[in-house]
Structures are given as structure tokens and as C-alpha cells.
């Protein structure tokens, strides 16, 4: 079992940079790690990903402006967004999917707020 905190949101203005961070309480070596959005009114969706073999997978919103990447010794999954744009509006989520039970874990979220 993993726990998954989320930290780093807040309010930026467009055109901005955030870094999210999403540390885990045990080794995150066998999970594919996920951050996902839900901003108000929408479903949640699929950001980026990143497999345990490093693989990287982006939402077509947010290519070439955002970047996932992991940290196995420190248990983090940071999350470089750049050129924020108001419709990132979100709060931005961590999850970790175990690559071979697919039994997975959710964080409680960071609020990100891009003003215009």
C-alpha cells in the first residue's frame, strides 16, 4: 500500500510556471505513476504518465508545456507545468497504478488557479 500527498498548487498567472510534487510514503519502483485534473463542473482527466520504465504519455492539452518525470529514490513524481493557461484551471491529482495487480492509490489533490 502507498500513500500519496500532493503539494505545490496555487494561483499563477497565465503564461506562469508551477512544479507539482507528489511524494509517496513507500517505493514507487513497480507502479506506473499518473497525474490527473478535474476542474469544476468536468470529469477527471488523464495529464501525463509516466511508466516504471520511465515512459512518458501527455494529454494533447498540455504536450510540449508540461513534463512528468520520477524520482524513485526520493518516492516523488514532480510535475514542471510551463505557459499556464487559464483552462488549467484544475485540481491536479497523483495516482499510482501497481504495474502487475493494477490495484491502485489516489492522492487528495493540489489546487492550481491560472488567472488571466
Known amino acids: 500500500q502507498v500513500q500519496l500527498v500532493e503539494s505545490g498548487g496555487g494561483l499563477v498567472q497565465a503564461g506562469g510556471s508551477l512544479r507539482l510534487f507528489c511524494a509517496a510514503s513507500a517505493s514507487i519502483f513497480i507502479y506506473t505513476m499518473v497525474w490527473y485534473r478535474q476542474a469544476p463542473g468536468k470529469q477527471r482527466e488523464l495529464v501525463a504518465t509516466i511508466t516504471r520504465d520511465g515512459d512518458t504519455n501527455y494529454a494533447d492539452s498540455v504536450k510540449d508545456r508540461f513534463t512528468i518525470s520520477r524520482d524513485n529514490a526520493k518516492t516523488t513524481v514532480p510535475l514542471q507545468m510551463n505557459s499556464l493557461k487559464p483552462e488549467d484551471t484544475a485540481v491536479y491529482y497523483c495516482?499510482?497504478?501497481?504495474?502487475?495487480?493494477?490495484?491502485?492509490?489516489w492522492g487528495q489533490g493540489t489546487q492550481v488557479t491560472v488567472s488571466s
Open positions: 495516482n499510482a497504478q501497481h504495474s502487475i495487480t493494477l490495484r491502485d492509490y
